[in-house]
């Protein structure tokens, strides 16, 4: 039996805290946490979501996402909106506040990511990422 420092469950837990603190700190001056930070870049990508797809598309439980969205709602950076055809969905939008941080934000989460990989490869970073969708499935 492997010992826990050899525990795949446990190595992906610390890599994981590393890089959480990492963005965390980074992210800070803009009073965002990583979960805000990373459903803002979801928005970039896709216009006008449904909550349930951002939830599925980001592998989020609706009680989690639902705050969360309030609290970014709360601070100006995205809206809510009824769906025109289904007035039951809420469409959820980037406001200008938030497109104005997007650069900023998208520096910072590359800076992360920097920071995290530096000890590394470009061969190693590349499969790191493939492992890490690969544990995904």
Do not use: W
């Not at 009824?82 to 980037?94: F, Y």
């Amino acid at each position: 039996m492997d010992s826990y420092e050899d525990c795949i469950i446990f190595l992906l837990a610390k890599a994981y805290q590393r890089g959480h603190a990492e963005l965390k700190k980074r992210l800070e001056p803009f009073g965002l946490t990583p979960l805000q930070q990373l459903i803002l870049a979801a928005l970039e990508q896709e216009e006008g979501p449904s909550a349930g797809e951002i939830g599925k598309r980001l592998v989020l439980d609706n009680a989690t996402l639902s705050g969360t969205l309030d609290r970014m709602a709360e601070k100006g950076l995205i809206r809510k909106e009824s769906d025109p055809s289904d007035k039951r969905m809420l469409r959820v939008r980037l406001t200008p506040k938030a497109r104005a941080l997007s650069q900023s934000l998208g520096q910072a989460r590359q800076e992360s990511n920097e920071e995290i990989l530096s000890r590394l490869s470009l061969e190693e970073k590349l499969l790191l990422k493939r492992l890490l969708r690969d544990l995904q499935v």
